[in-house]
């Protein structure tokens, strides 16, 4: 099939039409709808848009004027007129009334239209131009008519031929008679149906002469108050009388008229294609799109903070890195009597999980957080897709339901990476541990010192001389310093860890905010903002259509 983008390039006097803008316009729409408008409806545009690309690739200089009525209506007698020839010498090329007559007026280009309605070559008949004794303005060069089966007929293929080339029509000539001109048949089934079509309809009232003359103009009159109750109050309406010839001129002119316009295949096609977008509007909406604004997207960033426990999670980091610096940094006989009494931080289980990343230090994603982040995505899609029709709501929420489980995983495996890497020591930490330990040491030894020397006097046993400081001998001074300076070590320790400990949870803080941005922006804003990038498709596409 040609391409619609290309094909109305070499019809109706080149370049791209508004016809052809209007069609792209639909097949744009029919692209992102599917999958989400009801699959019908979607089917019959995008055979609408089928079927106009094929018309705008066939003859822009011919016009498809198709005769419809009912039985006795005289539509073949104003065939007959129309052509100035006599077709009952043709019957053989009709078997039936179920099959339509076409008379293309000049062969060329032609017959590819003809082709493409389906109507056979038997009932295919071509009127040169040469043998026309028609004056200027009611000559019918580049005129395609058609002789429809009658719309009463009790046959059901006559139905459904005549509904075929309706759709192909580029310009419908309803004949009505004066006994049936409100014949709820047409009407209902043909004529008010297609009120959006009022641009390239005209209605004829055959068989005119069987009306008094000053009742004829009070009859067509009425005939035009009928149309305009069935919303076409500007639909041509003539008078004419096929047998006698009364009005037939005056149908030439106008259908002349219309083909040297070259008018109504672009007016029926934007007809089609405003028709089956609008019916496209009806079910898929063309509102506005709000979107995803800055506000919502933090009110979920910050919904997914609470959800994933980031204050807490924060807190446990800070604590324990405290904890874990005190273990390492604090005075040794400190920590070794601690043992004895109650770890007020054992809820933290920060011997055994020393970044808290899987104990009660930090929460995972349990049932409250994971109804939490449901609730957060279902809200984001129901802001961002409040005012469109229900295909479309339906569509952002389907797209936002999936994101809301992957989210709570994602989170989660995120949190524990985070703190898993702020677990580990600080080099400092073991530093100070050293020097501890060597305190420690120097503390024991100078005690064990002292009281071997003290027992050494007792018995009159001989020590070396470690020489004194002041009063104090040398042993005790280093046993005392090194109490003293283990003791500061440890209050100097807390201090940096403290400033340590609160920095570390800030870069904590700061990396799963940002995790959890990219978390939502992926998971959930990505695919929300997708769903509503092929709605603005979709609209646009409407907008395009319904010109």
Excluded at 195 to 203: G, I, M, N, Q, R
Aim: with cysteine; proline share 4%.
């Amino acid at each position: 099939m040609t391409s619609p983008a290309t094909a109305p390039e070499a019809v109706f006097d080149g370049g791209r039409n508004d016809v052809a803008q209007r069609l792209d316009g639909l097949t744009q729409a029919v692209e992102a709808g599917r999958g989400r408008i009801d699959d019908d409806v979607v089917a019959q545009a995008e055979t609408l848009t089928d079927h106009a690309s094929q018309r705008l690739t066939l003859s822009g200089e011919h016009t498809i004027v198709a005769l419809a009525g009912a039985t006795g209506s005289g539509k073949s007698s104003l065939f007959n007129s129309l052509t100035d020839l006599e077709l009952a010498g043709v019957g053989v090329r009709r078997p039936t009334t179920s099959w339509a007559l076409a008379c293309s007026w000049g062969p060329d280009g032609a017959q590819g239209l003809l082709e493409w309605m389906g109507i056979p070559a038997r009932h295919q008949i071509s009127r040169m131009s040469m043998l026309d004794q028609s004056t200027e303005d009611t000559k019918l060069d580049g005129l395609v008519l058609v002789d429809l089966p009658d719309h009463d007929s009790t046959e059901v293929s006559h139905h459904l031929e005549m509904d075929r080339l309706i759709a192909h029509a580029d310009l419908l000539v309803w004949v009505l008679d004066p006994q049936k001109y409100a014949d709820a048949a047409i009407h209902d089934r043909y004529i008010r149906p297609m009120a959006s079509y009022s641009d390239v309809t005209l209605v004829v009232l055959n068989q005119i002469d069987r009306i008094p003359f000053e009742e004829r103009e009070r009859t067509l009159s009425d005939v035009r108050r009928i149309l305009a109750d069935e919303g076409l109050p500007d639909v041509p309406v003539i008078g004419v009388s096929a047998t006698r010839g009364d009005g037939v001129d005056e149908l030439k002119r106008e259908l002349a008229a219309r083909i040297r316009a070259k008018s109504s295949a672009k007016a029926r096609l934007a007809s089609d294609i405003a028709a089956a977008a609008g019916a496209m509007a009806r079910v898929g909406g063309s509102a506005e799109a709000p979107g995803i604004t800055q506000d919502d997207r933090r009110a979920l960033d910050e919904a997914l903070v609470e959800c994933a426990g980031l204050p807490q999670v924060v807190d446990g980091v800070e604590a324990s890195t405290r904890r874990r610096a005190a273990a390492h940094t604090d005075w040794p006989v400190m920590r070794w009597l601690g043992r004895f009494g109650d770890d007020p931080m054992q809820d933290l289980r920060a011997d055994a999980d020393p970044a808290g990343a899987s104990g009660s230090g930090v929460p995972r994603a349990g049932s409250v957080q994971r109804s939490g982040v449901d609730l957060a995505v279902r809200d984001l899609a129901e802001r961002a897709s409040e005012g469109l029709a229900r295909p479309w709501r339906d569509a952002v929420r389907d797209a936002a339901r999936p994101a809301g489980t992957d989210v709570v995983d994602e989170l989660d495996a995120r949190i524990q990476a985070t703190t898993a890497d702020a677990a580990k020591p600080a080099t400092w930490w073991k530093i100070v541990q050293i020097v501890q330990i060597v305190a420690v040491v120097a503390l024991v030894l100078g005690l064990v010192w002292l009281v071997v020397q003290g027992i050494a006097s007792l018995v009159s046993a001989d020590l070396p001389d470690l020489g004194s400081v002041g009063p104090l001998p040398v042993a005790a001074v280093v046993a005392i310093g090194a109490l003293v300076g283990g003791l500061l070590v440890s209050v100097l320790s807390r201090y940096a860890a403290g400033v340590s400990a609160r920095r570390k949870a800030a870069r904590v803080d700061a990396a799963l905010r940002a995790d959890i941005d990219t978390v939502a922006g992926e998971r959930v804003v990505g695919p929300i903002e997708a769903e509503l990038a092929a709605y603005d498709r979709y609209r646009a596409g409407i907008l395009t259509a319904l010109g």
